[in-house]
């Protein structure tokens, strides 16, 4: 029976730990060695009562056979088991080191004076250097016994409507210390006052379409939030409930109360926010903070193809830019059988399965930036890597009078030849001049481009491309199509096509992503693509 045990289960024999490990894992691979991890690191490794260094340890020939370990860090309970290390295979540990502990008693009460009608209701950051640690709740009585590792710990003390505290204590193993907080009352204010899109389009879905005010109070107060337009009028108006928290956030769509849109323009914001009458402190005065915002319904928002390299179409670049401080954020899995562009029609076909990371950002408006990173795995278990990147200015939006949009712009592909993805024209330099008859739901594009391959190719490449998006409320979709002519090698020149749908519902700000084609080179070869990104 141990036989039969040994030889289903190895790693029974492999780790005999003592019972005050649990939760670690002892893990075989093939190969040989001993590797031993801790967590926290740098913990003194003993091997039968020989120091052997510290945490991360590995050791790729040790003597087989049973051995006794010993882990000490500071601060921590020391550690100890057996491990059984065999000829044939390779051993990981991986130890959770365990605290040592003391207790801290904290007792949290008002400044000398301060006055009782300001509520305190502290919470307790046992780890400052820690910024996602849930805070401790105290309970009524404000007082909370800690269990903290042994040593200077710092903990940060918080409560609305009164200044923050931090205390530094030295807790002790054996005996529970007493620490005392005396909390200062706040002096009102209003702070880090923000606007998530200082210019918007209220025809946008979802939060594509509103802008979000926020600002932090620092005690009980009262406030509104008003939106005047350029006649002074009053078009939106948001009455606070009594400030019971630090962070305040008011959401606007761009429409008054009725619900009606405004009309383009630019509008004037006020907050307005003061403290409680009866919690007045020497010299405080009511906030009065204002801003603007700007409503542009040319400021459309909705996601496009980049795996190229640029924005719009998969084999169409469109002139559209996004609006200046917006993004899109995507990730895309291509399958299909392949040339490399740089190939001709007697080099093999690949089935490989591209993907690639890409972003588009407009750092102000009518400018667009767009980086694409590609890694392309080959059956031949060599992985290819590439970057794309483009800039676009929009000279035209097509949102006027003339019905047309119109951009220039330039494209760079750095690659190895196993890395080219299958979509773009390949590693080189290009300049495009994308233009587009702007209808109510539709973009008619056409987009010449000229290529240089490089870096051997000295005569470049005319791309013509055209085609056609549909952009609704919460669906892009349309078709495009790309005729490569390479003057010095026609056995390169390639003919592309396909169609592609995006879906952004609201009110998320992700989008998903279908696509499939066509490529001819000489013999006509199929694709299909999903995604998944992020717009904003």
Known sequence: MPLLLLLLFPCVLAARETKDIIGDTFEESSGTGLEIYTNPSR?????????????????????PGIHFIRLIHDGYKERSFNVNIFSNSRLTVSIKMEAILGLAMVSVYREKDSTELRPLNPQIYANIWDEDITPVILPNDNKILLSLPVGYNTIKIRAFGWEDSLKTIMVNEHTTVAVDIFMKPAVFKVVNVTQSRKRFNPMNPGSLGVTEYSFEVSAPGTGALTILDSNESVVFEKQFEQFDTWIQNVTWDGRDSQGVPRPEGVY???????????????????????????????????????ESGISGLTFAPLPHALPAGSFQINANLLFGNFHAPSKTQEDEKKSIFPFSISMRISPFNRFELTAVFNITPQPENVTGLSFLGSVKYNFLDGKGSVPLAFSIGTSYAGTNLTGEYPLSPGRGIGFYTPLSLELTNLSVAFCPIVFWYGPEGFIPQLLLSTGVLYHGSWITGGISARYELNFEDNTRSR??????????????????????????????????????????
């Open 43 to 63: 913990a003194r490794v003993y091997i039968d009562g020989v120091d052997c260094g510290y945490t991360p340890l590995i050791m790729n020939n040790p003597a």
């Open 268 to 306: 004037i914001v006020i907050i307005e926010a003061s403290v409680m009458p009866e919690l007045i402190q020497d010299k405080e005065k009511p906030f009065f903070i204002a801003m603007k915002t700007e409503i542009s319904y040319s400021a459309v928002i909705f996601p496009l193809s980049v």
């Open 495 to 536: 003919l592309l096509a396909g169609m592609e749908v995006n879906l952004f519902p609201p009110p998320s700000n992700f989008f998903f992503s279908l696509r499939g084609g066509v490529i001819y080179q000489q013999g006509i070869s199929g694709y299909g693509g999903v995604g998944i990104g992020l717009i904003y």
